[in-house]
Structure formats: structure tokens, C-alpha cells
């Protein structure tokens, strides 16, 4: 990584005469708030030397152009959700917070979609659509802290992403400051489009390193009004995980398909203070979610769905109500009931691999001195492996993560799979992206973030060092 010069006390005074001296931190025990963001290992913490607050793009606009200028870094911080170490200034420089930009601008319900700015929560985006007997389908797990914007620079998958797609999908337009300090829009409210390339795609998941959004116009759907949630239990995890190819073939077309193993149902039970959940000490959970636009359809799709968990040696198909759902949300800060110190791993397979894949990783798990807990969007492809470090040394836990990695990421290449699903990158992946990501396609990514950003002002140290 390239040096970078510091923050002078000028450079300061630029920062608060362009948003004013209240939007510029930087007293040491507000900056350390932002020395990490979901990341609980201290060893990766890094300090910026200060935090902006910005209220519109012509603000950032210009603080990008005075990073070009005196060269200092800029990473840009959502809610500080990510779990790549994404939003860690690991270079130091300026974080720039985006809470200001929280307006919902627009929907038009004729037209189907919603704009807003990048610091609008993902909730609040959803709610405001709902309220227009609307879906945006964007749905991470982290919907309640989580910022719009952040979610186009992870390109943020979720709960709904089997039907629906990951956030790439629900994307019509974006405007964007560029990383030498221009405003632009990328991509338009159409249809189709074969107009040049597609900018706004290649933007949705740079994680911050090719232009910081600002506004977003985002697709709705109507709302389904009608739904069911199954909670199917099962104690064999090669059971449970051959259902999904049946479920997927049968034309349900399910909304969401998610799989907690034991370990994960026991935990979540606990962080949730729920004692009564089903099947507590043995259970491996599979909940599947359902939406449709008549109430016909609900019964003879309810009605598959239960033979089909039945006969693939289901011991218990229910209702998944709130507690089931809760639990499955709270599946990663349940972990710090086990743990200060865990690691979250995301990794994707091709859908028809996941079964085998989520098996293979069990087994490699077992070879190590550590938990491991896996959860999934079977669905999709996409699994979460969380390590817990749990009596072991600095030297034994890096040590054995970094051998596990090293099996489980060749695993996952060796089946057509890749490093990341939802979580990106980041500061976290960066070694393993260079190691692992064909040398042509690494090459390409590269040219585009040196002819973007030739200063390597935004986000740098994230995805790969150039």
C-alpha cells in the first residue's frame, strides 16, 4: 500500500469550512468509535485522524477533491455493519460518516420505485415502501442499522435474495461522487438498457474503492399479500440439506430458505432468552418462506412444501413464527454470548453444491480447536461460518484459521465457488482475493481502480492492493 500524507491542522480547517466545524471530529475518544466497524479482533483496529460528516453531495464533491489534493485517504462509513472489515480506515486519513444524507426523496407509485440517500436506513426504506403496499426486496439481516448506501457498496444479499436477487437486482440509478470529486448519475429508470457499459453495476459492490453513493433509485415490487413461514426440523444435516434441490424443482419459487445448524439454534435460543423453542438439543433448523398473490395458491404451495420437508426425513414441520425468525437474525451477534473474539466467513457456492459443501466444511471444522458454526441461504448458495476463539493463544488462533481458510477457500474454488457472497472483501479478504481470483480477472479489476482513482484515495487497503 502506498504512503499517505497526514491530516495537517490546514488540511482541518479546509474540512470544516467546507461542512462546518461541528461535522469535523477529531477528539481521540470520539475517533475511536471509528476504528473498527463489526470486526471484535483489536489486532485489526486502525484510527483515523478524522471524522466528517457531510450533508450532501456537493460537500463530499469537494472534501474528495481536497483528499486528491493533499493526499490523504477517505473511507466512507455507512452503520458500520460490515463484517470484511470494510469500513476500517486501515490507512488512516478521513472517515466519512454518511448519517446526514437521510432523506427519502421520492416514490412513485406509478412508476414503481423509490429514491433516497445513501445514509437512509434499510428499514426505514423498507417501511416507507410497505406503506405504499409495496416490497423493496433488499433485505440483509442487518436492515435495522444498516445504510442504503452501504448496501450498494457490498452489494448486500439477505434474506430474500433466492427470489429476488441481491441488491444489484433492485437497482435502477445511482448518483455518485467519483473519486477525483465529480457528481455523476450511473444507470437510469429503464427497463432494459445496452447504451455504453453498465456503470451503475460495476459501482454496486466496489465496496467504497470506484465512487462513494450518495442517492439511490431503487426498484419495488407490489406486495404479496399472502405468505406462510415453515419451520422444518431435522436432526441428519445431509437430510436436511438434500430437500433443497426437491423444494427448488418443484416450482415453489420460495422467498426465503435458511438453514441454522445446532449449534447456531441453541445460541440464538439462548441470546434470545426463548426456552421453549422446538427440538432445543438436537434440532437443525430449515425455515422456508412463501409469498403469494392468491390464497389459492397459498394452500397447494403450503400443502407441497410440508411433503416434500416430510418425506426428505423432516422430524417436525411447524409454523415458523417471530421467535424462529428473531433467532434466525440474530444469528451473528448470538456469537458474543461464546466469544469476544470470533471471525464470520462468507462464502458461495453454486446452489446445486451447497448440500455437499456446507457438509465438507463440517468436516474440515472438526480437524481444528475451535467451534464452528455454520448458517446459510441454502437457497442460493451462500453460507456464514463463524469461528469462536475461545481458549486458545493469539499464535494458536491465527495459526489454525489461517490453515482452515486455506482448505475451505480451495474447497469452494474447486467447485466453481468464490471468497464472498454479500460480505465482500474488504480489509479482511484482501491476501486471499490476490491469491485466489484468476490472475486475468484480478488484472481487469485493477486497471479500472488505477484509471479511476489514480491517487488511490477511496478505500484504499479494501479488495486488493494496487
Given at each position: 500500500m502506498r504512503t499517505y500524507k497526514p491530516v495537517t491542522s490546514e488540511v482541518i480547517a479546509k474540512l470544516k469550512a467546507i461542512v462546518g466545524d461541528k461535522y469535523v471530529k477529531t477528539d481521540h475518544d470520539i475517533l475511536m468509535q471509528y476504528q473498527t466497524d463489526y470486526e471484535s479482533n483489536p489486532r485489526y483496529f486502525h484510527?483515523?485522524?478524522?471524522?466528517?460528516?457531510?450533508?450532501?453531495?456537493?460537500?463530499?464533491?469537494?472534501?474528495?477533491?481536497?483528499?486528491?489534493?493533499?493526499?490523504?485517504?477517505?473511507?466512507?462509513?455507512?452503520?458500520?455493519?460490515?463484517?470484511?472489515?470494510?469500513?476500517i480506515p486501515v490507512c488512516g486519513g478521513v472517515v466519512l460518516c454518511m448519517e446526514?444524507?437521510?432523506?427519502?426523496?421520492?416514490?412513485?407509485?406509478?412508476?414503481?420505485?423509490?429514491?433516497?440517500?445513501?445514509?437512509?436506513?434499510?428499514?426505514?426504506?423498507?417501511?416507507?415502501?410497505?406503506?405504499?403496499?409495496?416490497?423493496?426486496?433488499?433485505?440483509?439481516?442487518?436492515?435495522e442499522s444498516s445504510l442504503i448506501g452501504g448496501n450498494m457498496a457490498t452489494n448486500a444479499g439477505g434474506l430474500k435474495a433466492v427470489r429476488y436477487g441481491v441488491t444489484r437486482n433492485q437497482v435502477y440509478s445511482l448518483e455518485i461522487v467519483t473519486p477525483t470529486g465529480d457528481i455523476t448519475t450511473v444507470g437510469a429508470n429503464l427497463k432494459k438498457c445496452t447504451t455504453g457499459y453498465c456503470l451503475d453495476q460495476l459501482i454496486i459492490g466496489s465496496e467504497g474503492t470506484l465512487g462513494i453513493v450518495t442517492k439511490v433509485t431503487v426498484k419495488l415490487v407490489p406486495l404479496p399479500p399472502y405468505r406462510f413461514d415453515i419451520l422444518a426440523v431435522y436432526t441428519d444435516p445431509v437430510q436436511a440439506l438434500g430437500m433443497v434441490p426437491k423444494l427448488l424443482k418443484a416450482g415453489i419459487n420460495p422467498t426465503s430458505l435458511e438453514y441454522?445448524?445446532?449449534?447456531?439454534?441453541?445460541?440464538?435460543?439462548?441470546?434470545c432468552k426463548?426456552?421453549?423453542?422446538?427440538?432445543y438439543e438436537d434440532g437443525i433448523y430449515v425455515i422456508i418462506t412463501v409469498e403469494t398473490y392468491t390464497e389459492d395458491e397459498v394452500d397447494t404451495k403450503m400443502e407441497t412444501v410440508s411433503e416434500i420437508c416430510e418425506?426428505?426425513?423432516?422430524?417436525?414441520?411447524?409454523?415458523?413464527?417471530?421467535?424462529?425468525?428473531?433467532?434466525?437474525?440474530?444469528?451473528?451477534?448470538?456469537?458474543?454470548?461464546?466469544?469476544?473474539?470470533?471471525?464470520?466467513?462468507?462464502?458461495?457456492v453454486p446452489v446445486n453444491r451447497i448440500g455437499k459443501a456446507i457438509q465438507t466444511v463440517m468436516e474440515i471444522g472438526e480437524k481444528y480447536p475451535f467451534e464452528v458454526k455454520i448458517n446459510a441461504h441454502i437457497g442460493d448458495g451462500n453460507m456464514h461460518i463463524v469461528l469462536c476463539k475461545v481458549n486458545l493463544t493469539e499464535e494458536e488462533w491465527e495459526r489454525n484459521v489461517e490453515a482452515f481458510h486455506?482448505?475451505?477457500?480451495?474447497?469452494?474454488?474447486?467447485?466453481?465457488?468464490?471468497?464472498?457472497?454479500?460480505?465482500?472483501?474488504?480489509?479482511?479478504?484482501?491476501?486471499?482475493?490476490?491469491?485466489?481470483t484468476p490472475k486475468g480477472e484480478l488484472a481487469i479489476m485493477k486497471t479500472i481502480k488505477r484509471a479511476m482513482d489514480p491517487k488511490d484515495i477511496l478505500n484504499p487497503g479494501k479488495v486488493f492492493d494496487i
Open positions: 484510527m483515523p485522524e478524522a471524522a466528517v460528516h457531510p450533508a450532501g453531495p456537493e460537500e463530499i464533491a469537494a472534501i474528495v477533491k481536497l483528499a486528491n489534493e493533499f493526499e490523504f485517504p477517505i473511507t466512507v462509513r455507512g452503520g458500520g455493519t460490515s463484517l470484511a472489515d470494510g469500513a446526514r444524507l437521510n432523506k427519502i426523496l421520492e416514490v412513485d407509485e406509478e412508476g414503481m420505485y423509490l429514491t433516497a440517500e445513501a445514509g437512509v436506513r434499510t428499514i426505514d426504506l423498507q417501511n416507507e415502501a410497505k406503506k405504499r403496499g409495496f416490497l423493496y426486496a433488499g433485505d440483509p439481516s442487518s436492515s441454522m445448524d445446532n449449534s447456531y439454534v441453541r445460541g440464538t435460543a439462548d441470546y426463548y426456552n421453549d423453542v422446538p427440538h418425506e426428505s426425513g423432516a422430524v417436525d414441520v411447524l409454523e415458523a413464527d417471530d421467535r424462529i425468525w428473531n433467532m434466525r437474525r440474530n444469528c451473528q451477534t448470538s456469537v458474543e454470548l461464546i466469544s469476544s473474539v470470533f471471525l464470520t466467513d462468507d462464502v458461495v486455506q482448505e475451505v477457500y480451495r474447497y469452494a474454488y474447486s467447485v466453481g465457488g468464490r471468497l464472498a457472497g454479500e460480505h465482500g472483501i474488504g480489509a479482511k479478504k484482501l491476501k486471499y482475493m490476490e491469491e485466489f
